[in-house]
């Protein structure tokens, strides 16, 4: 059975350090992956995506996810974090027996301190 | 091009009452997509919608829980005799063709809170 795995429920960081936020996944086949932002009482926003080609994946607010099929990863990154990028943080993965479900990690609270 | 919509935002029912959980999807979208999300815990997934179709309902309880998205007006979600185990974020997504390629578009959600 495919499923998502984000190892760190909380972290903590810096405004203006790096940021890097795992996921791990189990699936079967080729692997369609999102990174999804969810601000306190909104919706969620996808950040970006990866079903094919350069395994290195820029998306929206400076993000970037570098899919590694050998270690089963889509890590997403960030340069130099905003306290404005205190969210939590979904990775999700495109379900191989229904076309458009999405599975979702448990999330990863991320907080930016000063 | 207005988002996807939920309402309402907020809804409170005693114990053993009807909720009701409106979607409008963004324009142009036919495809509806239901998520459950428990406090503390991540999305998941409880139906899958096309206009007039249910095409997976894999995640839906087997009772109480039913959906609809008519040919016109919003998609529902509705729970019959609420109970406590029921308070969550219910957020609807849409798409424009069910492809997995495709970004879903999340609403704002529902909070519903079960006394």
């Known amino acids: 059975a495919q499923s998502v795995t984000q190892p760190d429920i909380h972290i903590t960081v810096s405004e203006g350090a790096s940021l890097e936020l795992r996921c791990n996944y189990s699936y079967g086949a080729t692997p369609y992956l999102f990174w999804y932002v969810q601000s306190p009482g909104q919706g969620l926003q996808l950040l970006l995506k990866?079903?094919?080609?350069?395994?290195l994946v820029q998306g929206i607010k400076g993000f970037e996810a570098e899919f590694k099929r050998s270690q089963s990863s889509f890590n997403l990154r960030k340069p130099s974090v905003h306290w404005s990028d205190a969210a939590e943080y979904f990775c999700a993965v495109g379900a191989t027996d229904s076309w458009g479900k999405l599975q979702f990690g448990a999330g990863t609270q991320v907080v930016v301190t000063p | 091009n207005a988002g996807v919509m939920q309402n309402p935002r907020h809804l409170v029912r005693r114990r053993g009452q009807e909720a009701r959980l409106r979607c409008s999807p963004m324009?142009?979208?036919?495809?509806v997509y239901w998520y459950r999300q428990l406090p503390e815990e991540g999305l998941k997934f409880m139906v899958y919608l096309q206009k007039e179709n249910i095409i997976d309902e894999s995640g839906m309880p087997k009772e109480r829980f039913s959906a609809e998205f008519p040919k016109e007006g919003p998609s529902i979600l509705r729970i019959q005799q609420v109970v406590r185990g029921d308070s969550a974020a219910y957020f609807c997504?849409?798409?424009?063709?069910?492809?997995?390629?495709?970004?879903?578009?999340f609403g704002p959600g529902t909070r519903l809170l079960v006394l």
């Open positions: 324009k142009g979208h036919s495809h």
């Open positions: 997504a849409s798409s424009p063709n069910g492809n997995r390629q495709e970004t879903q578009y």
């Open positions: 990866y079903f094919s080609g350069d395994t």
